[in-house]
């Protein structure tokens, strides 16, 4: 597993400042060039959403200056290359039509892979909230790493994994608002584990609701349904027959004990409440026990 305090500060710390082709004093180290068709997506980059708009701007910037910072990746066999970070660049340059591409090699296997991307995205802001949590996700299914040891890797705290990760629980239409940052992922936690999440979702949208208009709302709501259920248990009391009142009082006398009968179809339910080991112990007498 890779140095969590190396791995923190990004690949920087790996390859050295990367801002500049001309910082990599280590020559080691030097960023080289590579046939555009000699790199491959990495297939675990949590990365997914590439928009066409922000392509087509970046690979204008490619054809007046090229690319500055190098692509990152890890060798693989007959000169080939999968790619850890900078696939943005690496699309827009065939965009471009660029013939081929800096790039820095590191060594990295393929769970220090997937962390590197994940911690170079997240540094970058430039995963929405439901690949970050894919990725967090898929570092701990696929490489066996906890909840915190994800949190130390990516430099955030354990709760904000946590949270994140919980995202993937949204219904999938809830999920693409996320992507599509039609919905903040603070509304979106709220929206965790609802019945009416999507209905709720759009509401957010048609509203223009603030993540506390939402809370407030689902407060509200449960409050609510709180009341409800006290009154609906208020009419079931007060609907009982005569005839189903005086067979409760009549059991309750023989007895000695509070007695409630509940009628469910052809069934029901027998309740006898008692108050200590004594009473239990007299009732359980009066029936043979």
Excluded: C
């Amino acid at each position: 597993m890779a140095d969590h305090s190396r791995l923190g500060r990004g690949l920087a710390a790996l390859i050295g400042d990367v801002g500049e082709e001309t910082s990599l004093t280590d020559s080691s180290r030097k960023p080289r060039r590579a046939p555009i068709e000699n790199l491959r997506a990495n297939p675990r980059n949590p990365r997914r959403l590439f928009t066409d708009a922000e392509l087509d701007e970046l690979s204008v910037s490619i054809r007046e200056r090229g690319i500055i910072q190098p692509i990152v990746v890890r060798s693989l066999q007959d000169d080939n290359f999968e790619i850890i970070a900078g696939e943005r660049r690496w699309r827009a340059a065939q965009r471009a039509g660029l013939h081929d591409v800096p790039i820095a090699v590191v060594e990295a296997n393929d769970a220090q892979s997937l962390e590197f991307a994940i911690i170079e995205n997240v540094q970058r802001t430039d995963l929405n909230p439901i690949e970050e949590a894919s990725g967090y996700l898929a570092l701990m299914d696929d490489f066996n790493r906890t909840q915190e040891n994800v949190a130390q890797i990516v430099g955030k705290s354990r709760p904000h994994v946590a949270n994140t990760i919980r995202l993937l629980k949204l219904p999938e239409p809830v999920k693409q608002l996320v992507r599509s940052s039609k919905i903040s992922a603070g509304h979106a936690r709220l929206l965790v584990g609802h019945p009416n999440a999507e209905q709720l979702a759009q509401e957010v949208i048609d509203r223009g609701l603030s993540v506390r208009q939402v809370e407030a709302q689902l407060q509200k709501d449960a409050r609510a349904q709180t009341g409800d259920r006290k009154r609906e248990g208020k009419d079931r009391g007060s609907a009982k027959d005569a005839d189903t009142r005086a067979l409760e009082k009549r059991l309750s006398d023989a007895l000695g004990l509070a007695v409630s009968l509940e009628h469910q179809g052809e069934g029901g339910t027998l309740r006898i409440k008692y108050r200590n080991l004594e009473q239990l112990d007299a009732v359980l007498k009066k029936l043979g026990g």
